[in-house]
């Protein structure tokens, strides 16, 4: 089977995870590509394959003795920020200008720019509806044909440790992730975008949730006592800095970013996202939140507003820089593989930042997908089959 056929099969699966569940995976649907995984991967020969009551899948492919043994990650679940159901995917033959995904829209290097780098290569795009998949549907399908060129091809290569997660998009993806069962002396996160692509570093990460309590009184008698959340709620976005936000930063810059909001004159909630890569900033960005309900408390009354902040992961970089070694193989693999590698920051995370701080060096590969979360997710076939080489290269040059 080649990465695009396990690609559209893949996307076949309903994965989305759901924030605002409470089990592992956060959805049984999860599971039934997991299912689907582990039986695949039986066929291909590792007999060890496996799915845990949690969702997590295992398996391993043994290797040259005295090699290290390689990790391999990717994750099941599509983000809950657009829907992941009845995905239908086509290929297109990319020659330029714009792709009608649908009547209505259409895929655009005016919006996109990253668009011109793919002219002449087959982008696998949705419909316009849903998104696409490929994050991190790509991933597992990249790690599962190399595994099976790997084995069709025979020769020396790496130990193989297989680790696909579920519900990385929330966050959890590492929570319960079996590492003493697992292995790997090091490992890779499958899980980055752009052809070339290298990460070690990614954000710092938080939420924060915004309470504001309010008091409801007949407007027709509302002078001096109503106290509208709603306005209480605004006035705290505003005590925010305004280019803070992700449509104004890039590269290291970091920001705050309202994701949901509602309310009523008695209550109101803001729910954010905080990251940046650099850790003072971040705990700076973590105060101003807290020091904007003081100073609202102060001025309508102690109780007013609320912030619940919670840390998610951190930068991996402090635990990648000891093992160097591994990203400079990974660099050495992409070159070998016919790819110019690119070392970037992740402006996100990846499971590999948390499994990095419990002790697995873990740093993050592209995959070649675009504009994740979105209807206008697409893939390029070809950057996928540069993935697969340079995942095989990564494994037969640490047999040498």
Known sequence: MTVTERLLHYVSFDTQSDESSETCPSTAKQKLLGEALVEEMRALGIADARIDADGYVYGSVPGTPGAPAI???????????CSGKGIKPRIVEYTGGDIALNDTTALSPADFPILNRSVGKHLIVTDGTT???????AGIAEILTAVEELLAEGGAHAPLRIGFTPDEEI?????RFDLAHFGADYAYTVDGGTLGELEYENFNAASAVVTVHGRNVHPGSAKRCMVNAQLIAM???GMLPVHDRPEATEGYEGFSHLCAMQGEVELATLEYIIRDHDRASFEARKALFESAAAFL?????????????RDS???MREKIEPHMAIVEAAQQAMRDAGVTPRVVPIRGGTD????SYEGLPCPNLFTGGENYHGRFEYVPVEDMEA?????KCILRNAAK
């Open 235 to 237: 006035e705290f976005h």
């Open 171 to 175: 966050g959890r993806g590492a929570d």
């Open 387 to 391: 993935a697969v080489r340079t995942l």
């Open 131 to 137: 998104l696409l998949g490929a994050d991190d549907k």
């Open 297 to 309: 408390n102060a001025k309508y009354g102690a109780g007013t507003v609320e912030v619940a902040l």
């Open 313 to 315: 992961y951190y930068n």
């Open 352 to 355: 590999g930042a948390r499994l």
């Open 71 to 81: 990790g391999l990650i990717a994750h099941m679940d599509t983000s809950p920020d």
